[in-house]
């Protein structure tokens, strides 16, 4: 089977090119081909630096004035404070508007170097060079870049596209496992929300996808990258459709914010939160329980947690709305219709978002 792709996103002249498979950030030609200055700083952290940095600078060669930006590990310092040093760090190097930011490594390097990307001297252009699965299949793609504000998570940000995407498969070899699992949870939501026969793939394809083969991996990728670039091509800066990749994220939220966000990663809130949703799209009676079982299962088979911790209905409906997906004061949830369908409401019975929250074990159980 082939394991290298190419899948488009279509913007007009923001259109990229998200380049998929084994070895894609050791080509030299393709990172030239979106290079079009002399300067180029990479952006990474302590952990991925050490692993990755000299494949990345070897295929660039000595055309450029590279300098290395290296940021500590870890979703606290994605903040204003990085954000600062990286300025001066750009400034202090003298990048000019002319200068390409390439982000080596997970998606907090990714929406940090984005936002820089963003308004250093106005805007300068950025590759990402996604490390994790799940900034392969979400964050690198679609032009999200934002910091953390300490009163909540990506309060500062822009929307921003890169000139490319480079989704190098074999990172995944040193990628701990948990955060491998953790980016399944965003793959399997594709197939929840727009793709049945990709959930169906999934299933099939589970042990191959968890053995991370290669050919399996990059499929899962190309057709989350596909995917993805569709919703974003219709609705880039999510008035509509966009909202549809939240689906299960209102929940996952809010379990991230009542367990202190270090109890669960960011995928496996969502894993939980997605089969909360579904289980509350059975009780409204627009997604059959079989398929809300099948939901939870599959997750499940993916070793992601599916009974959320026992935070209390009340307290997860408190940190629901303080989410950002309520408008005008009215709670807006992504429900499941079919595996493969979904739609945006405002129409959420109270009664059975309680039961839901009470659920637990029980949840998707009919
Ligand atoms: P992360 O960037 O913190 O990476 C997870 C961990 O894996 C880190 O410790 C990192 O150093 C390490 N790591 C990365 N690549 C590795 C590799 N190949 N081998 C070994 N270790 C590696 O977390 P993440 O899950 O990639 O991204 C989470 C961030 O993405 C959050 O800040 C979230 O808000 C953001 N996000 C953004 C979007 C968007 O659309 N922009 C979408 C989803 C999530
Ligand atoms: N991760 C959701 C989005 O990109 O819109």
């Known amino acids: 089977m082939n394991d290298r792709f190419q899948v488009d996103v279509a913007l007009g002249d923001r259109s990229y090119p998200i380049y998929i498979g084994a070895g894609v950030m ?161 793959v399997v939501k594709y197939g929840i929300i727009v793709d049945a026969d990709f959930f169906r793939w999934l299933d099939d394809s589970a042990e191959s996808c968890l053995a991370r083969r290669p050919d399996a991996v990059a499929q899962a990728v190309r057709r989350s990258c596909e995917l993805k670039a569709a919703v974003v091509s219709a609705d880039e800066r999510e008035s509509g459709l966009r909202a549809v990749l939240n689906f299960g994220h209102t929940f996952g939220h809010a379990i991230e914010t009542l367990t202190g966000y270090t109890r669960y990663l960011h995928g496996e809130a969502v894993a939980m939160g997605m089969v909360m949703a579904s289980d509350l799209s059975a009780r409204q009676g627009l997604l059959s329980w079989a398929e809300a079982h099948e939901i939870r299962q599959m997750l499940a088979s993916f070793a992601l947690p599916v009974i959320p911790p026992p935070l209390g209905a009340q307290a997860m409906i408190q940190a629901m709305g303080a989410d950002k997906k309520v408008l005008n004061g009215k709670l807006r949830l992504i429900l499941a219709e079919a595996i493969g369908r979904v739609r945006v409401t405002e129409e ?19």
């Open 26 to 186: 050791a080509q030299g030609e393709l990172l030239a081909r979106h290079i079009s200055g002399g300067q180029v700083a990479v952006f990474s952290n302590e952990t991925v630096a050490p692993l990755y940095l000299d494949r990345l600078l070897q295929a660039l060669g000595r055309d450029y004035q590279i300098d290395v930006f290296t940021m500590p590990d870890g979703e606290e310092h994605k903040n204003l404070d990085s954000y600062a040093s990286a300025m001066d760090f750009l400034l202090e190097h003298r990048h000019s508007r002319s200068t390409t930011l390439i982000a080596l490594g997970g998606g907090v390097v990714g929406d940090l170097t984005g936002f820089v990307a963003a308004t250093f001297q106005r805007g300068v252009d950025f590759i990402q060079v996604p490390t994790t699965l799940l900034a392969q299949v979400d964050s690198s793609v679609g032009g999200k870049t934002a910091v953390n504000h300490p009163r909540g998570k990506n309060m500062i940000g822009a929307f921003y596209q890169p000139r490319c995407v480079l989704a190098d498969t074999t990172v995944f070899d040193t990628l701990p496992d948990r955060e491998y699992r953790a980016g399944l949870a965003e």
């Open 348 to 366: 959420v019975d109270m009664s059975a978002l309680r039961h839901t929250l009470m659920a637990g074990e029980r949840l998707c159980h009919g």
